[in-house]
């Protein structure tokens, strides 16, 4: 495993890092594919062994049961000290004020919430999941710092939304001395690569590390165009994201892996790694090669004509997540 700095942080993290989405309940929430939670130990275990210590959730992730299992799975197969730990807060977790959103109230409410179903005293990096358009991003931004202050995170971060919009954010930070972003979880991969037009440029400005979501198009990158999962046949949001004439690109995964004898997943995740903004994408894994195969793409050093082979056939496409 390779290590580096989150940004401009001191903060050490993996270069991998384990997105927890698929280790829940999935009879509650929205992921009727997750793991449940005797068959995720095996991948929180396998996470340790193979050096991955940054572990990404979410408090929306199936009715907050995510959270729950990465509590435990920490106590079981690590420790709290050695694991980054990162959620994230903006989806509704119940009706009322505090249910959703970045207001005060909800952002105070809800990393407690965390806290308690994580069963920690605080998490290393504490994301908004989404931007609020109802909030006043400086009402925001206040109470992340407050958050920070108290000790119930150590860092912040944000996620999906437009380059303006993340900018501003941080310009409201500076001006009332409030706590910056350290981090963006963005969308970024073979198959959609519009950050590179204004989000990925403006964090390397500012010195803020991408953690990519979907580094692997979920997994449209990782095998065959024609083949399909369980989570692709019923992942409504998936099917928005992607188009026909990303077969091409999927082609030349599939060559040039198989070119080099590795997976079409260690080629795709050694393209996302080469862009020196990101740190660390999120793989889920849901079988034993994932990890395997995202950790082998640390050895792979993509030449010029793959890297060309690989982004010929990109076309435009509008921003999605966000």
Not at 139 to 147: N, P, Q, W
Not at 265 to 294: E, F, M
């Amino acid at each position: 495993m390779e290590y580096t700095r989150l940004g401009s942080t001191g903060l050490r993290v993996s270069r991998i890092a384990l997105g927890c989405m698929s280790y829940a309940d999935g009879s509650r929430g929205n992921h009727p594919w997750a793991l449940d939670e005797e068959t995720s130990g095996a991948f929180f275990r396998q996470a340790v062994e193979l050096g991955i210590t940054f572990w990404d959730t979410a408090n929306v992730y199936s009715a907050g049961t995510s959270e729950e299992f990465v509590g435990r799975a920490i106590r079981r197969y690590s420790r709290r000290e050695d694991i980054v730990l990162a959620t994230k807060v903006h989806g509704k977790m119940h009706d009322g004020p505090g249910g959703s959103g970045l207001s005060r109230k909800a952002i105070l409410e809800q990393v407690d919430a965390s806290l308690r179903r994580l069963d920690t005293d605080y998490v290393d990096l504490y994301q908004i999941h989404r931007l609020d358009p109802e909030v006043p991003m400086e009402e925001t931004m206040e109470a992340l710092h407050d958050i920070v202050r108290a000790g119930k995170a150590r860092y912040i971060g944000a996620s999906s939304m437009w380059a303006w919009q993340f900018a501003s954010m941080q310009h409201a930070a500076d001006l009332n001395g409030w706590t910056r972003f350290v981090s963006m979880q963005d969308q970024y991969s073979l198959l959609m690569r519009e950050e590179e037009r204004e989000m990925l440029p403006l964090l390397a400005a500012q010195g803020v590390g991408a953690i990519p979501w979907s580094p692997l198009a979920r997994g449209r990158v990782a095998r065959p165009w024609g083949e399909q999962t369980d989570r692709s046949g019923t992942d409504e949001f998936g099917k928005r994201l992607y188009q026909d004439s990303d077969a091409a690109i999927v082609g030349a995964v599939e060559r040039i892996a198989a070119e080099r004898g590795v997976a079409m997943a260690s080629v795709g995740l050694a393209w996302v790694l080469r862009n020196p903004v990101v740190d660390a994408p999120i793989v889920g894994a849901t079988k034993p090669h994932h990890l395997t195969d995202a950790v082998a793409a640390l050895d792979i050093q993509l030449t010029d004509a793959e890297v060309a082979a690989l982004e010929e056939h990109y076309t435009p496409r509008p921003n999605t997540g966000f």
